[in-house]
């Protein structure tokens, strides 16, 4: 059973920071490239950062220079650092894998960030 569990998210104030964290199991964690998606109340989900399976990562261009996304393969973990938080950051964030090799993708159940003061 594939299983992706996000955690980390929170109450912040505008400028400051959270770390996401979205651990995966029943996958082959090296074969899938991880993904972050954000959607607030009434707006489209949006993709926010992606990390490849080989370390390569794109950001959605209202995050770069504030968010970073990594992994750890040995923890079968993706991670998102979030820095210089704004109001508009506010929405549910979920991880998403999907394979490098086959069309098989999953999500996780999602996380709730709230940027205010």
């Known amino acids: 059973q594939v299983r992706l569990v996000e955690s980390g998210g929170g109450l912040v104030q505008p400028g400051g920071s959270l770390r996401l964290s979205c651990a995966a199991s029943?996958?082959?964690?090296?074969?899938?490239?991880m993904g972050w998606y954000r959607q607030a109340p009434g707006m489209q989900r949006e993709l926010v950062a992606a990390?490849?399976?080989?370390?390569?990562?794109n950001y959605a261009d209202s995050v770069k220079g504030r968010f970073t996304i990594s992994r750890d393969t040995a923890k079968n973990t993706v991670y998102l650092q979030m820095n210089s938080l704004k109001p508009e950051d506010t929405a549910v964030y979920s991880c998403?894998?999907?394979?490098?090799?086959?069309?098989?993708?999953?999500w996780g159940q999602g996380t709730q960030v709230t940027v205010s003061s």
């Open positions: 029943g996958i082959i964690f090296s074969f899938y490239s």
């Open positions: 990390v490849t399976s080989g370390g390569r990562t």
């Open positions: 998403t894998a999907r394979s490098d090799y086959n069309e098989n993708g999953y």
